[in-house]
């Protein structure tokens, strides 16, 4: 049965609180599962074992950054299509990926697909309408 006078509130204000002068409870166990140390003491755990401990490695090219695709497979574009065709560049898609089956015979605007989605759209009776690629002329 827990008391009012337990041993840390009756020696607050001690300045060892009863644990003496030089042992200061040490050696009384700490939270476990702490990554303290890891600049310090425990430096050669980080070097040795845990290499990717200080997250980011690497480099990042800025041109990537801007090639992130918006993609949309096919087993999503039954729900989206209300008619017989749909724009997926109006709806901010940038490819049309393959993954699923296409029911409808649908007409599909995309800037970019995939072969299989190619395929299966088709295979259905669809029709899938890319921009075309822009062939450079050269003026001699």
């Known amino acids: 049965m827990p008391h009012k006078l337990r041993k840390i509130r009756k020696f607050r204000g001690s300045r060892t609180q009863g644990y003496g002068r030089i042992g200061q409870h040490r050696d009384s166990g700490s939270k476990g599962n702490r990554k303290v140390g890891r600049h310090k003491h425990l430096w050669s755990k980080v070097v040795t074992s845990d290499k990717s401990y200080f997250g980011k490695s690497g480099f990042t090219s800025p041109q990537s950054k801007h090639r992130i695709e918006n993609t949309i497979n096919l087993h999503k574009l039954d729900q989206l299509a209300a008619g017989s065709s749909i724009n997926l560049t109006e709806l901010g898609y940038t490819k049309l990926l ?36 822009e062939v450079e002329v050269s003026e001699e």
């Open 98 to 133: 393959g993954t699923g089956k296409i029911t409808k015979a649908l007409t599909i605007q995309v800037p970019a697909a995939s072969k299989s989605a190619q395929q299966k759209i088709e295979a259905a009776g669809g029709k899938l309408v890319l921009p075309e690629a």
